[in-house]
């Protein structure tokens, strides 16, 4: 994210030298870990340390396809600003589409993100200048209120029959249309600032409704864009590089094309990693490449202290400054698998009152709150997989402090005056669990005992309540699907899923690639080195079993005193025949959930491999 930092009090005349002070990422991840009052689980298997204490890639800590290398720097460039009025930052724009008797017309709400450097009410002018001869314009007048940041409203009104609608790749063109916003203060109109944007009219719906097939619970998951519904054909994208600055706007660029090229239409951007440069979603605009966009967070539990919170949402809010005008931007998730990873770990199985009040305080108080801020109609689901419709209210406002052993005591008596005796022994049991929580989450009392129930549980206008259930189910929600014991070309054993957001199966890297990295020893699947990058224990046998009923699968080791090159060629033939049943397993599931699409069970309407 970006930190904009005053320094006008620290300058001097002369030279000024700025020094930053970066911490070894391992040492600081453990170091905050430590000092946390209680255990947050992370995947210890593939990390070298605690990633969820630090805003930075999990990845970058190891994870099962990318090793370990914990990176410490900064992402990005450095430098001095210098503005006596105001500074025109940012310009998010909402839509609304209107029809009246068939002509559809659309009201473009700019939000222009002015930083002010003092507090007296500056005056000046917002402009926004559409497409010459279009007639798209508006002029305010603006009065800045406040020191620092501003934000301004202004909106404009495109009538219909002057514009196309933009789509998705496979279902029609992508049209974008050229604006600038520009603010000046009134005083000196020469120093303004402006800022370009394109924009593609269309309208996005994720469409999660009850389907009438026999099945209690079964809704829909689909996006319908424009009104129409589109199958989502895609993959998940993680960085392109363990250095994430190695990664320039070309290669993201070709990476788009490479998605196009293979007849996709949608990339997820994988919670594990980073936020990709502006490029990834330009390049997406034009190509009408939809985005489903996580905020980065995976596989783990979080703290939830009020910095930690603090933190996130200034990172999350400005992601969605950034990236919310897109025309290619269809969905915000809260994280990775992060909801299923509560099963995962003792202490989360242990303790489900503790972490799933820190699961809601991080991505409902903070990071959907923070989207919400930015835009009000954002298209969010809190987890994926997530297996339940979410309720979308406003959430109701935290409290942090620590718990006396009074407060607990009253809490108890108040409540045990008006349970039953099972009622009694049911909350003792709970509350001797929570004894060790030293942070409290509270929510009204009449509603604190449903909180972990599946089913639907608040619908005010006051309240945001977040429902759980079966993270397996695949009769709601997104589904990540692996299978490494049973037959992956079996598609008897695939969930009959409605969207299908991650699915795969692993092969080994290219012989090309490998050779790079390894010497002769080397050479074989169950050579030490290979045992070592296997970042999932057993993966390599389950994968010599499920290969080994369709193909002749190769030795591991060449005949003692054989040369290099037999046993160089028996590891091509092994590397080969693992892309060929990675491959075959692809083909087998997307045919498969392809072809399940109209059978009222299952009506999958997106898959995105791995």
Not at 458 to 464: I, L, R
Not at 568 to 585: D, G, K, P
Request: a neutral charge.
């Amino acid at each position: 994210s970006e930190h904009r930092l005053p320094v006008k009090d620290l300058l001097k005349p002369g030279p000024n030298t700025l020094a930053i002070r970066i911490q070894p990422a391992i040492l600081e991840a453990f170091k905050r870990s430590a000092a946390y009052p209680y255990a947050v689980p992370y995947l210890e298997l593939q990390s070298v340390a605690p990633y969820n204490f630090l805003r930075k890639p999990a990845s970058d800590f190891g994870w099962d396809w990318g090793p370990a290398f914990a990176p410490s720097g900064i992402y990005g460039g450095v430098k001095l600003v210098a503005y006596s009025s105001g500074l025109l930052t940012g310009a998010g724009i909402r839509q609304q589409h209107h029809t009246v008797e068939g002509v559809d017309s659309v009201t473009l709400h700019f939000d222009a993100y002015i930083e002010s450097p003092s507090a007296e009410g500056e005056k000046g002018t917002l402009t926004i200048k559409g497409p010459d001869g279009k007639g798209w314009d508006a002029v305010a007048a603006v009065k800045l209120p406040a020191k620092g940041l501003n934000v301004v409203p202004v909106a404009v009104v495109v009538p219909g029959g002057t514009f196309d609608l933009w789509w998705p790749v496979g279902y029609g063109a992508q049209p974008l249309y050229n604006f600038n916003v520009t603010y000046a203060k009134d005083a000196t109109p020469d120093s303004s600032t402006t800022l370009a944007r394109r924009v593609g009219f269309r309208t996005i719906e994720l469409k999660r409704e009850p389907l009438h097939n026999g099945q209690e619970g079964s809704e829909s998951f689909f996006f319908s864009v424009n009104g129409v519904p589109v199958y989502a054909k895609g993959t998940n994208m993680i960085p392109l590089d363990i250095f994430s600055s190695k990664t320039t706007p070309e290669d993201l660029r070709f990476l788009v094309k490479q998605t196009v090229d293979a007849n996709m239409n949608m990339l997820r951007v994988w919670g594990g990693g980073l936020y990709p440069q502006d490029a990834l979603y330009d390049a997406c605009d034009e190509s009408g490449v939809l985005l489903w966009q996580e905020a980065m967070f995976a596989c783990s539990m979080y703290p939830r202290d009020p910095a930690f919170l603090a933190e996130v949402s200034k990172e999350v809010a400005y992601q969605a400054r950034r990236l919310n005008w897109h025309a290619s931007l269809a969905i915000w998730g809260g994280n990775n698998e992060v909801e299923t990873a509560m099963g995962w770990y003792e202490p989360s199985r242990n303790n489900k009152d503790l972490y799933s009040n820190d699961y809601s305080a991080l991505f409902v108080g903070s990071v959907r709150s923070a989207l919400q801020g930015v835009s009000p109609d954002v298209i969010f689901v809190d987890s994926s997989p997530s297996k339940v419709r979410i309720l979308l209210f406003c959430f109701w406002r935290w409290s942090w402090r620590k718990r006396s052993e009074r407060e607990r005591e009253r809490e108890r008596e108040k409540r045990e005056k008006e349970e039953s005796a099972t009622g009694k022994e049911r909350r003792r049991k709970r509350e001797k669990e929570r004894e060790n929580s030293p942070f409290f989450l509270p929510f009204f009392p009449s509603f604190q005992t449903h909180y972990h129930s599946q089913g639907a549980v608040v619908s005010t206008p006051d309240m945001y309540v977040k429902k759980w259930g079966d993270a397996g189910n695949s009769k709601s929600g997104d589904v990540h699907f692996y299978t490494t014991v049973d037959n992956a070309l079996n598609t008897s054993t695939f969930p009959r899923a409605k969207f299908v957001s991650e699915f795969g199966f692993q092969s080994f890297p290219s012989w090309q690639a490998v050779k790079k990295y390894s010497e002769p020893q080397d050479w074989s699947y169950l050579s030490p080195l290979s045992t070592f990058l296997q970042r999932h224990p057993g993966d390599t046998e389950d994968m010599m079993k499920q290969m080994e009923s369709h193909y002749q699968v190769p030795a591991a080791y060449a005949p003692q005193g054989s040369p290099p090159s037999e046993q160089a060629s028996l590891f091509q033939r092994w590397i080969y025949l693992t892309q060929v049943y990675q491959a075959a397993t692809y083909d087998a599931a997307s045919t498969y959930w392809r072809r399940i699409k109209a059978e009222p069970d299952a009506q999958t309407m997106g898959v995105l491999y791995w």
